[in-house]
């Protein structure tokens, strides 16, 4: 199968580099190593029908009630320090593990332009702050103006490390731009290893007040294990704990759901026999900041939320805390 992308890197000498640039959506070659400039055109014929083929392979099947075509929009949003050829491994790799426990929907990556360079921290933030209006604009909004009574698409988003900062800039931004077409809703919106200050999650902050406007509900998983988040509070732009390190704040609105991956991370790391069952293809990028895509527990997690079926607190994968909003994630 191939893989939908919509880059936001723009290109030079034929390939994608690390800067910003106009939106192209792609669909890559399942035997591709890396997302090319070739995959995809611009203009408004090309868009029209790369939307297309995306909603049609979406569906899944009718809705019993209605008899209308139901379907799931999965959309991966990458942390900082990824390359465009690292991007693609982490989204078929989500997409394989997905797909394999029963995901019958269609999953979409919005490349921003980040670097693969560890110091380029600051780089990447402002370049993820410029690209940012393009994931609601060039996305999710022409996404919601396809949606007709007789077709009802879930969209949800995951989003790592950096990426949450994109989608929160993203959701406020437009906003703040008062676009025509501004009536779009996320329905699952998932935060892992989020690299945006916990307090900014807190209800009516005003950081936060379009992203939990325009979703259903807001997951946030997190670990006291990242290190990567400790670590980062020196040299990035400010020195607020991060809510992919600490969870949500307790004035976080009821849709918010926190998952503490803190016991379960730590004894992953811990315990090479869990590894080879929990982490059959190793881990894609830092073992205590990138193991989220890759790992058996958080995938049915995580596919249970995407389905919507189940109340939050009888998930398979969780465990009550006692005495606390926060539930744990458990190998069940």
Not at 41 to 55: F, H, N
Not at 199 to 222: E, V
Not at 243 to 264: F, H, K, M, N, S
Request: overall charge neutral.
């Amino acid at each position: 199968m191939n893989d939908f992308v919509v880059s936001a890197r723009r290109v030079r000498q034929g390939a994608f580099e690390a800067e910003p640039g106009p939106s192209r959506m792609l669909v890559v070659p399942a035997d591709a190593k890396a997302p090319l400039p070739g995959h995809g055109r611009l203009g408004e014929t090309w868009v029209k029908a790369w939307l297309q083929q995306l909603l049609s392979e979406a569906i899944w099947g009718t809705d019993a009630r209605t008899g209308a075509e139901r379907g799931d929009i999965l959309v991966y949003v990458h942390g900082y320090n990824n390359s465009a050829a690292e991007v693609i491994k982490r989204h078929r790799r989500l997409k394989a593990d997905l797909t394999s426990i029963g995901w019958k929907g269609v999953l979409v990556s919005f490349d921003w332009p980040s670097d693969n360079k560890t110091v380029g921290y600051l780089e990447d933030r402002h370049d993820a702050k410029r690209s940012a209006m393009q994931l609601v604009t060039d996305l999710i909004a022409l996404l919601a103006a396809r949606q007709t009574p007789d077709c009802a698409v879930n969209t949800h988003i995951i989003a790592h490390s950096m990426g949450a900062y994109v989608v929160r800039e993203a959701f406020d931004d437009a906003d703040d731009a008062k676009l025509e077409n501004n009536c779009w809703m996320i329905s699952q919106l998932c935060l892992i290893a989020a690299d945006v200050s916990a307090a900014s999650l807190s209800d009516g902050h005003a950081s936060s007040a379009s992203l939990y406007r325009h979703c259903s509900r807001l997951t946030n998983y997190f670990s006291f294990a990242d290190s990567v988040l400790k670590l980062s509070n020196v040299k990035r732009v400010g020195v607020a704990p991060r809510a992919g390190r600490i969870g949500l704040p307790e004035l976080a609105p009821q849709r918010a759901v926190d998952i503490d991956c803190t016991a379960y991370h730590q004894t992953l790391l811990a315990d090479a026999a869990l590894q080879a069952s929990d982490q059959p293809h190793g881990f894609l990028g830092n073992r205590e900041h990138s193991w989220f895509i890759g790992n058996r527990v958080f995938t049915l997690d995580l596919f249970e939320t995407l389905k919507g079926d189940l109340d939050r607190s009888i998930i398979a994968a969780r465990e009550p805390i006692s005495g606390s909003r926060r539930l744990s994630l458990a190998r069940g």
